[in-house]
């Protein structure tokens, strides 16, 4: 078996599911289980399984799926998924000597568990709620953070509701070699409010709405409300292994700034539309993620922001793969940039956003690996050397 997922613990499996071989090479195995995962409202998982039977398993494959809740310990998603592993290979197994030393057990349920659905008192309602708190330091520097983020979501077939609230502050304090100190500081909040209505298998309509702050960004106040729409080249249900999807929405933001602008501006109200496109694809042959969003200011068209990112893991040949990651931003669109411009100590500690008609990162990779075709033994000696 070639299992291909990010999120699983091989050595567990290994130890745990040993009625196959595990082999790194694709191109070996009988069976290719390619593992994709979505995050749920409440925090937890949505896992899907393919198994995509080779060589003298070719003509078959099927798909298994499953939930682990936000709640769930790692070691809780390890053996759920060990379970649902099993449950899949069985097929492929009881056509192999392995079959000999299979069974089969059933937990029976307890009551009318099997039968009578379990009543949701929260009505699909999620809340979370976290806090988080740092301190560090050294002889002539320290730094404390602290961040709180609170958020409620409903998500059926039918609607998709989110609502999220988060503050966050960083200080500093550097002591200089003359003897003056020097400090910084920065502060954000913001709400938002996603509504979403599933119109078909492709259609979706819905909204945003959202309120935050940024010392950052010169942002007292910012205002954003935005309709739009979204189509699914792919029917939604594929979403775990493809999705392509355009999305259009139309809106207005009001910003009251900290400080006038360039533009000599204290507050203004400006309409915009974004149109953005997305794609994501998990295949045998690896995975591609693309995404491209184009933001403009409707009484000012020359004022726009065009982000494109990619990133794309793909196997050559046995063994060889490549890896690569991009992403181009061109900004036309800083309005909210001070009039003043940023002072030296702003830019040595990153404490305003600069003036800049573009940004960009990337990043590119190879591996290959030789060998054994077996991946089956766990030796845990000295993994902490």
Request: charged letters at 15%; hydrophobic letters at 40%.
């Amino acid at each position: 078996m070639f299992l291909d997922c990010d999120r699983c613990d091989f050595d567990f499996l290994t130890t745990n599911v040993s009625f196959v071989d595990y082999v790194r090479d694709r191109t070996v195995a009988d069976v290719h289980v390619l593992v994709s995962t979505q995050d749920t409202p409440g925090g937890g998982l949505a896992w899907t399984l393919k198994f995509i039977g080779l060589g003298r398993f070719q003509d078959h494959a099927h798909t298994m799926t499953f939930s682990t809740p936000g709640t769930a310990t790692g070691d809780d998603q390890r053996r759920e998924f060990a379970r649902v592993l099993k449950l899949g290979l069985v097929f492929f197994a009881a056509d192999t000597p392995a079959a000999a030393h299979l069974n089969v057990t059933f937990d029976q349920p307890a009551g009318d568990a099997r039968t009578t659905p379990k009543q949701d008192p929260w009505n699909f309602w999620l809340f979370q709620l976290n806090a988080n708190g740092n301190l560090n330091g050294q002889a002539l520097t320290s730094s404390a953070s602290y961040s709180f983020n609170v958020s409620a979501n409903r998500t059926t077939d039918k609607w998709k509701i989110n609502f999220s609230g988060n503050t966050n502050q960083n200080r500093n304090v550097f002591s200089l070699d003359d003897g003056s100190t020097v400090r910084s500081l920065t502060s954000s909040w913001s709400a938002n409010q996603l509504i979403v209505k599933s119109v078909n298998a492709h259609w979706s309509i819905g909204g945003t709405a959202a309120a935050s702050r940024s010392t950052f960004s010169n942002e007292n106040r910012d205002y954003r409300l935005a309709p739009g729409v979204e189509f699914d080249v792919f029917p939604y249900s594929q979403s775990t292994r493809r999705i392509l999807t355009v999305l259009y929405t139309v809106g207005v933001s009001h910003y009251d700034y900290v400080a006038a602008t360039i533009f000599g501006k204290l507050h203004e109200t400006v309409p915009e539309h974004t149109l953005a496109a997305g794609l994501s694809v998990k295949e045998p042959w690896g995975s591609l993620q693309a995404m491209s969003n184009f933001t403009q200011q409707l009484d000012a068209l020359s004022r726009y922001r065009l982000s494109t990112n990619v990133q794309a893991n793909i196997r050559i040949v046995n063994g060889l793969s490549f890896n690569v990651y991009a992403e181009y931003d061109r900004i036309r669109n800083q309005i909210f940039l001070p009039a003043g411009g940023a002072s030296s100590t702003s830019i040595l500690l990153q404490i305003q956003q600069l003036a800049t008609g573009f940004s960009y990162s990337g990043g590119v990779g190879f591996t290959y690996s030789f060998g054994s075709i077996f991946n089956n033994i766990v030796n845990p000696r000295f993994n902490g050397s």
